[in-house]
């Protein structure tokens, strides 16, 4: 029901936009987050944005850098600025269940999840 999409190879410096869209459902009153996993390494929270949209938070590793966002529909966005190596990460879009509004940061308070999208830096 989520499809992740956006990312590829760029060089450390560069700019990718991520897009969630989600089918199947109405995901537009739930609370979204973007999770991502670096080769080794556990599954790590990157930001999240409430449901009207007006409220986000990051990870203190992305702040300055990355922007979420979601438009009126059924799409979350992850703009990433300023790529880093240690950015390289299978990413992964999530929505927290509609009773939800809770802007967690832990993958367990999420019910849906998107399929993963490859972001690769290279220095």
């Known amino acids: 029901q989520l499809q992740a999409s956006g990312g590829g190879l760029v060089q450390a410096g560069d700019s990718l936009r991520l897009s969630c869209a989600a089918s199947g459902g109405t995901f537009g009153n739930v609370v979204m987050g973007w999770f991502r996993r670096a080769p080794g390494k556990e599954r790590e929270f990157v930001a999240v944005i409430n449901k009207s949209g007006v409220r986000k938070e990051y990870a203190d590793s992305v702040k300055g850098r990355f922007t979420i966002s979601r438009d009126n529909a059924n799409t979350a966005y992850l703009q990433m600025n300023s790529l880093k190596p240690e950015d390289t990460a299978v990413y992964y879009c999530?929505?927290?269940?509609?009773?939800?509004?809770?802007?967690?940061?832990?993958?367990?308070?999420?019910?849906?999840w998107g399929q993963g999208t490859q972001v690769t830096v290279s220095s």
């Open positions: 999530a929505a927290r269940d509609r009773s939800q509004t809770f802007m967690s940061t832990s993958q367990t308070g999420y019910a849906y």
